[in-house]
């Protein structure tokens, strides 16, 4: 959390849980950033394109937004747990705007 603070980025979780199930996971994890539920509409994993419809669960996914809005980095699969992408792209980012 450090790195991405230093670079001026907001992180946020979302999922297609519910909020008791995201509180577990929080709390179980020690995440230090705000889970958002997608739960009851599934609106922001369709809008982002990783909503699995026959699954009735998203991709996991790691976006990166830019300031402007504009998704400059997409990790998806089982390795965008990992936020050393995130983290490379966020930096990248920081650089440029300088």
């Known amino acids: 959390m450090p790195k ?3 670079s001026e980025t907001k992180v946020f979780g979302i999922s297609t849980d519910n909020t008791p199930s995201q509180k577990e996971f929080a709390a179980k994890n020690g995440v230090a950033f ?3 539920s997608d739960f009851a509409k599934r609106q922001v994993a369709a809008a982002y394109g990783v909503l ?3 699954n009735g669960m ?3 996914a790691t976006f990166v937004v830019n300031k402007e809005g504009k998704i400059s980095y997409i990790q998806e699969g089982s390795s965008a747990i990992d936020p050393t992408g995130a983290d490379t792209a966020c930096s990248r980012l920081a650089h440029k705007d300088q």
């Open 4 to 6: 991405f603070d230093a």
């Open 52 to 54: 699995m419809v026959d």
């Open 34 to 36: 705000p889970l958002l």
């Open 58 to 60: 998203a991709n996991r």
